[in-house]
């Protein structure tokens, strides 16, 4: 659950370069949208979905390697708490197979 006008962060604490994250992000309450957000180890935000509505899948190729952090926010709701579904997963990638 993310609150109103609150976030949420999940953190990655070693990625290597080609590290595949993927899944997806369901949201649920008020109009069923918040924004999801992956910020890489230099603080680009190489997912950065400004309102997810109800459902949304991903797939990232990490290009550095280091820290990952995955951000929900619902900082645009004054009221309304977000239930958040996040499934994910992240693997090494075998290039050329």
């Known amino acids: 659950m993310v609150g109103p006008h609150q976030s949420q962060t999940l953190s990655f604490a070693h990625w290597a370069p080609d590290t595949v994250f993927e899944g997806s992000v369901t949201v649920s309450g008020g109009a069923n949208d918040l924004t999801f957000r992956l910020q890489a180890p230099d603080g680009?935000?190489?997912i950065d979905v400004r309102r997810v509505s109800g459902h949304y899948d991903?797939?990232?190729v990490a290009q550095?390697?280091?820290p990952y952090i995955v951000i929900l926010d619902n900082d645009f709701s004054l009221f309304t708490a977000k239930h958040v579904t996040l499934v994910e997963r992240a693997y090494p990638s075998y290039p050329g197979r």
């Open 44 to 46: 680009s935000l190489p």
């Open 58 to 60: 991903f797939h990232y």
């Open 64 to 66: 550095e390697a280091g």
